[in-house]
T-cell receptor, first 115, second 111 residues
Framework: DADVTQTPRNRITKTGKRIMLECSQT?????MYWYRQDPGLGLRLIYY???????NKGEISDGYSVSRQAQAKFSLSLESAIPNQTALYFC??????????????FGEGSWLTVV | EDQVTQSPEALRLQEGESSSLNCSYT??????LFWYRQDPGKGPEFLFT???AGEEKEKERLKATLTKKESFLHITAPKPEDSATYLC????????????FGAGTQVVVTP
């Protein structure tokens, strides 16, 4: 079983609909992230959470919201989906900073298509 | 602002033809440089972390090196299964635990 599990893996939705992507992890990490990947643009950070009570915006948070339900669960919502939110979304986790740089581990990704 | 630039964007190799990928970075105090491998439609898979100039790490046919301005990922005698996109990312003292990723180099190794 994957350490970082994303659901759904694939979703097609219509413009204006609300959609939630869920992420759960069994690594016991405190930190969780949501990234978006578009061809030629690399991975861009949407939101991140360093513990259950901490939520922070990343570089492209407009149009998205998140909820950290527990240490192991971090969900991403698109309140009113639009076509340019069509992308591959990744959840990721890492340990709390040990002082020398922390490795981020990724889930398998969720393909979202907005039509 | 931290910046990461990877080159080339794409690389096509014959099996056994060694080559290198480049990751140039501009950061305010490097805390770590990370290499990931990503297969199509999959999540990035962690390969290496380098922390200081002069450091090298190896894994099978891959070797990563680091200088004060760039990192190289050397692929020695590649096989078709080394075909993937290789991502570089940096962590700086100002990034508060967040990685800044490059756009990646897509490598195709043909038999």
């Amino acid at each position: 079983d994957a350490d970082v599990t994303q659901t759904p893996r694939n979703r097609i939705t219509k413009t204006g609909k609300r959609i939630m992507l869920e992420c759960s992890q069994t690594k016991g990490h405190d930190r969780m992230y949501w990234y978006r990947q578009d061809p030629g643009l690399g991975l861009r950070l949407i939101y991140y959470s360093f513990d259950v009570k901490d939520i922070n915006k990343g570089e492209i948070s407009d149009g998205y919201s998140v909820s950290r339900q527990a240490q192991a669960k971090f969900s991403l919502s698109l309140e009113s989906a639009i076509p340019n939110q069509t992308a591959l979304y990744f959840c990721a986790t890492s340990e709390s900073d040990k002082g020398a740089g922390n490795t981020i581990y990724f889930g398998e990704g969720s393909w979202l298509t907005v039509v | 602002e931290d910046q990461v630039t990877q080159s080339p964007e794409a690389l096509r190799l014959q099996e056994g033809e060694s080559s290198s990928l480049n990751c140039s970075y501009t950061v305010s105090g490097l805390r770590g440089l990370f290499w990931y491998r990503q297969d199509p439609g999959k999540g990035p898979e962690f390969l290496f972390t380098l922390y200081s100039a002069g450091e090298e790490k190896e894994k099978e046919r891959l070797k990563a090196t680091l200088t004060k301005k760039e990192s190289f990922l050397h692929i020695t005698a590649p096989k078709p299964e080394d075909s993937a996109t290789y991502l570089c990312a940096v962590l700086s003292v100002r990034s508060w635990g967040k990685l800044q990723f490059g756009a990646g180099t897509q490598v195709v190794v043909t038999p």
